[in-house]
């Protein structure tokens, strides 16, 4: 590893990227430093790309460390360089009085490097997309944020997110599970939509109806009143100007875990579910990329009135 204050000049694909600070640790429980973090986005790039092209990305930076302040960062940065895709949204309820941001979009491996030099550890994205010839969003993606309330765990969660998947796939979905890296769990579902608000009217039908079925297990709403051994089926991340962390992020905790997708064998075996990045590399390596079928347009399903109906 080089030195904690080096400078590194690297070439990736055709760009020149100066790295710095590749011997600073970032994880001080796991002694995993600056260097390992860009290290595991580009050796998990080929699966990780796909989930972020043409979505507008935020970014959790921790430039020193996962132990100290951090901050989210939306706008790009001025150090970005002109070869990063970026896209100009509107900025409404923005703390920093912006009309608009400019949001970078990661297409390829040096966008990814560039961030990972940044201390950007957290890669957080929206469940809608912008091609490069559209000029509006598109929703494609519903997802349901399973948080447990202490002492419930991921264990727990793993029970909920099976009703989920019953319930998905009754409405002929293509449900899909990852850890949240942290401590609970995501089931997402590729869909179409005429009204991007449908995505959020639909999660919230199914968290209630969830919460019919097992109001001992699941609550629906986010008073931290009715949260205590229970999972918050949190719908409302399918807010257009929400995001949620994106498959294989690493996330800011002790060790270097990572948002990991699951088989559904997994999900049933309701284990205490957590992977580091060493570990989710190996998983690649054997699995490929278990989150891809959110990805394909012909697992897509048109959310219809009746699905948003009170069932």
């Known amino acids: 590893m080089p030195d904690k204050g080096e400078k590194v000049t690297v070439e990736v694909d055709g760009h020149r990227l100066t790295l710095s600070n590749l011997g600073k640790v970032l994880y001080p429980e796991a002694g995993f430093a600056k260097g390992e973090v860009i290290d ?31 901050f989210f960062e939306k706008n790009a940065s001025r150090s970005t360089p ?22 970078i979009v990661v297409e390829e491996l040096p966008t990814l490097v560039f961030l990972a030099n940044l201390a950007a550890l957290e890669l957080h994205v929206p469940q809608w997309r ?37 319930l998905l796939v009754e409405d002929g ?22 009204d991007p608000a449908h995505t959020s009217d639909y999660a919230h039908a199914i968290a209630r109806r969830l919460e019919r079925a097992r109001p001992d297990l699941v609550v629906s709403r986010m008073l931290k009143s009715l949260r205590p051994e229970k999972i918050l089926v949190d719908w409302s991340q399918n807010n257009p100007a929400k995001t949620t962390v ?36 190996a ?22 009135g009746a699905m948003l109906a009170d069932r």
Not at 82 to 102: C, F, Q, Y
Not at 252 to 278: I, K
Not at 283 to 304: K, Q, S
Request: charged content about 25%.
């Open 40 to 70: 595991y986005y580009s050796r998990i790039a080929p699966v990780l790309l796909p989930h972020l092209a043409d979505r507008a990305l935020t970014v959790k930076r921790y430039p020193n460390g996962v132990d100290d302040t951090f």
């Open 82 to 103: 002109s070869w990063v895709r970026t896209i100009n949204l509107p900025a409404p309820g923005s703390t920093k009085n912006r009309e608009t941001i400019d949001y």
């Open 283 to 304: 998983r690649v390596d054997e699995h490929g990329d278990l989150f891809a079928p959110v990805l394909a347009d012909g697992n897509r399903v048109r959310i219809t």
């Open 173 to 194: 979905m293509t449900p899909l599970a990852k850890t949240s890296g942290s401590k609970g769990m995501q089931v997402s579902v590729p869909v179409e939509v005429d």
């Open 130 to 166: 912008i091609p490069r010839r559209a000029r509006t969003p598109r929703t494609d993606l519903v997802v349901f944020d399973l948080d447990p309330g202490p002492p419930a765990t991921i264990v727990e969660c793993c029970e909920v997110a099976l009703l989920l998947r019953d």
């Open 246 to 281: 994106a498959p294989y992020s690493l996330r800011a905790r002790p060790q270097p875990t990572v948002s990991t997708p699951l088989t559904w064998d997994e999900v049933e075996a309701g284990q205490h579910l957590s992977f580091t990045a060493h570990e989710v590399l």
